[in-house]
């Protein structure tokens, strides 16, 4: 019998910590030969784009895709991820994916931040106060000893009410900052997540030692960090070189301009299976582009299907 889950569902039995965990898991058996993965494709329909993404995880024994289309207007958004038995081909699950890919999304630049941040880091900023970016405060509270946190995005209200909610939620001093350059001014860890076209984020706001993820573009028009902060890194780790290859603007547009190299950059993969020092000294400045693979979210479904079958939760369709 397959297994259905709504977002509510999803959400209780996703927690961060543990969906950073299974992201681990699947980076390192990627790193082991174990998996398989699809970029993103696109259909582009007469009002937006259908999109479809695929992975398999023989570490985790399940395989899976989750497709969405993004329409104009409330209702053009919906994401289903569907989880298959490795072995056998059978469908487990049919999932609603809008919050899983929140806490995926999040979760990945928690992992990318377990390996590539300082361990001493303690301050973080955010620019961007939207849906995902709650999340990516919330994955590196969960990596590391967070003291203050900083946020910033275009609409005061926005980033006031984010202060305010994630000061609560997180128990922990986050304030609202008038200025992008003042927001990331002595940072150890720096978050870009927007649907900015050109960069919010400059190479020289950035302290000796700091990390970021960028997270927010997957589309080669859109760039979130100008080239100084790509020529300033030390390390540059992305989750899929391939799909990075066709939707980091962020790299992208100085690689055409000969000011980046491809071989320059590593997968997250090599870093967790330890091939690839994601922080090589105190004073290196790391860059995580984050675009979002399938795999993520074959890692944290596999996570809440299985918790599910054990806790009774979901309901099974009759097929």
Not at 50 to 77: E, L
Not at 155 to 177: G, H, I, K, T
Not at 186 to 204: F, Y
Request: aromatic share 8%; proline share 3%; hydrophobic share 45%.
């Amino acid at each position: 019998m397959t297994l259905f889950l709504n977002e509510k569902e999803v959400v209780q039995l996703l927690p961060m910590g543990e969906c950073i965990q299974a992201l681990d898991e699947a980076f390192a058996h990627a790193g082991a030969g174990q998996t398989e993965l699809r970029p993103r494709s696109r259909i582009r329909m007469p009002q937006g784009f259908f999109h479809f993404m695929a992975a398999a995880d023989a570490g985790h024994g399940v395989f899976g895709y989750k497709a969405y289309p993004s329409f104009a207007g409330p209702k053009g958004s919906k994401s289903i991820v569907n989880l298959f038995d490795f072995d056998t081909g059978e469908l487990l699950s049919c999932m609603e994916g809008g919050r899983l890919g929140q806490i995926r999304t999040g979760a990945a630049s928690g992992l990318a931040t377990r390996y590539m941040a300082r361990a001493d880091a303690a301050t973080v900023a955010v620019i961007g106060s939207g849906f995902q970016a709650r999340t990516q405060l919330e994955a590196v509270c969960a990596v590391r000893t967070i003291r203050q946190a900083r946020v910033f995005s275009r609409r005061q209200e926005r980033r006031e009410e984010f202060a305010r909610q994630m000061s609560q939620r997180l128990e922990l001093d986050v304030e609202a900052a008038d200025s992008a350059a003042a927001c990331v001014d002595g940072a150890d860890i720096v978050v870009v997540i927007t649907s900015a076209r050109d960069p919010v984020l400059e190479g020289e706001w950035l302290a000796t030692g700091a990390h970021v993820n960028a997270a927010g573009g997957n589309h080669w028009m859109r760039r979130e960090v100008d080239e100084a902060v790509v020529a300033r890194s030390e390390v540059i780790v992305v989750d899929d070189l391939e799909q990075a290859k066709a939707e980091c603007g962020d790299l992208i547009w100085p690689e055409a301009r000969g000011r980046f190299r491809w071989d320059l950059a590593h997968e997250l993969q090599d870093v967790v299976a330890g091939r690839v020092q994601g922080r090589p000294s105190q004073e290196a400045v790391t860059l995580f582009e984050s675009l979002g693979v399938a795999l993520e979210d074959i890692a944290a479904a596999q996570l809440v299907y299985r918790k599910a079958r054990d806790q009774g939760v979901g309901q099974e369709l009759p097929f």
